[in-house]
């Protein structure tokens, strides 16, 4: 068995200028700059909500940049300024996000083109030209005004770069004269490499200039991957250009941008390496469905992700403090979901909790949506007592600031992985749900309080005890001897059908799928099935096998029909043509194992064969105890003093049985041991009483 993962260590704060955790939000004084009163308001009750950050200038760029090359700063000067004064920071945005009408109106070129080559209409937001040289010239004219003007303002504690970043196509011809660069330096200038990359010989695709190529044609799948790719590139291209001066003019200021949770259009691995500090914005719709928890598993998986893009503590940049307004049904936050949010993402590793929005606007498309200070403008609202509630717990938790979690399990999610997933054409159409897979298999360790740090094909796995790998389909050079070095040097690697069937072009491995991990597993996969919903595909523990499996398990979707070459069968198909074929596999490789689950499996195979696992393992549960459904409990840590959070998302009471460890509430002060009474929504955070410091 591998040794355990030695503890991180604590990291600084984001800014030194503030040692404490950040509870902020968004915050757009330039739409009350006819309300005077409304600053010295808004300052008041920030102090009163324990606001400590405003993020300020989002979009500004109207306001700021009234007409080409005429400034105007005296607001935003005021408003750093009174953030000082008043001891709070500001998170202050480069405004790129939306683009002021003079400026699409006098260079149409910096909107984005359809695929049939019209411009699009000025307007929205987030829909500018990421090649667009005079997008860029005004964006590094911008930039630098803020970082000179504001880089040694006291208040100024991060970048927050544009605002949600996306990938969305621009078909303008700037844009594929820059694909077709980006192309000559992957191919080494080499068309022959590159339709041979594309498999171009089929339907007579075959590029005999680099000017022929447009991303339009989606019957080549190679071509669209590169394109996705491309994409997501050029974004990141365009945020190191908008990154440029601030890194110049304010070298110590921390660089950030926010991502979008699973958002397919951006590799945010790449853009992780990038930026300072990683920050994301939530926006779960809880109360969907009976069970509150099964959307907090999702939420909980990217927060770990956020945390492992880096190894270290992340932002959560915004959340909605009550209502969101733009999904199907916008409904309220039940009382104590806010806090229990927020100690969730802490939980995870946010040094931050913060807010779209500080206050509600008056007008346009976002007047709807949750604000920290509703249209009525003041205090004495459920909302804003439980924002200040929340304020209140970050103010007791400056020592779990900079503290990290130490996972023995990684769970991968790779965005060219789910790229190619998502153009397979073939399999069933609707249902390949890369994300959803991951986090089935996560459910388990959230409901044991196990830690997972999720990561990609480039990341380092010699730290993990246990790797799970859901829907390994593209397996990029060097990733398969990684794993066999994994699983040779003692490591537990999972993984699923679809797995190891192209390389990173999107070519089909030969010889036999799992291509290149076909060793380590022992399994070879002809055939893939895909079901109806109303097909009827059970699946068999073996008997005498001793894997966490009892009986029958219901699959579903994708069913592979693999032959063992060496791994021995833990449960098999019980019925379809393929009945009394291995459905679950494993295979000893070197002093680790490699298991194959050759069918998409009920959440029940799941929680049977990973709590097995875990056991086997001996991987490390953050709280000794049971947990009943729908509670997780997760840990950050310096190496020495360890805060557990306890994140009850049930709708009733429910118990748990602490033993005979003895904990405080770092919030509230009570001290819990036994058996324990859960109120519906509730978060703990607790330390043992006979740790070193608070003993
Ligand atoms: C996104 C944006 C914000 C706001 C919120 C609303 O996260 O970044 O500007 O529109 O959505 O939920
Ligand atoms: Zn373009």
Redesign the pocket.
Known sequence: MKPANKAPLRFPPINGKCPHMIHGA?YNPDQWLNYPDVLEEDLRLMQLARVNSASVG?FSWASLEPSDGVFAFDWLDRVMDRLADNGQFAVLATPSGSKPAWMSEAHPEVCRMTEDGHREPHGRRHNHCRTSPVYRAYCARMNTELARRYGKHPALLVWHVS??YNGGECHCPLCHEAFREWLKKRYHNNLDALNHAWWTGFWSHTFTTWEQIRPLDSSIHGLMLDWKRFLSDQTLDFFRHECAPLREWTPDIPITT?FMGFHITLDYWSFAREVDVVSW?S?PAYHDRPLDWLRAVDVSFVHNMNRSFKQKPFMLM?C?PSV???QPVNKLKRPGVHLLEAMQAVAHGADTVQY?QWRKSRGGF?KF?GAVVDHCGHEHTRVFREVADVGAALARMDDVTGTTTPAEVAILFDWENRWAIDGISGLSREERRYPETCTAHYRPFWSSGVPCDVINEDCDLSKYKLLITPMLYMVRPGFAERIDAFVRDGGTWVTTYLTGQVDESDLCFLNGFPGPLREILGVWAEETDTLYESDDVQIEAAPGTDCGLQGAYKADVFCDLIHTEGAKVLATYANQFYRGRPALTVHTHGKGRAYYMASRNEPRFHADFYRKLIDDLALRRVLGCELPDGVTAQVRTDGEREFIFVLGFNREPVHLDLGAAAYRDLRTGVEYRGRTTLPAYTALVLESVNSPVTA
Do not use: L
């Open positions: 968004d989002i605002n949600e926010n914005d926006y915004e909605t969101q307004n733009w779209f976002e949506h």
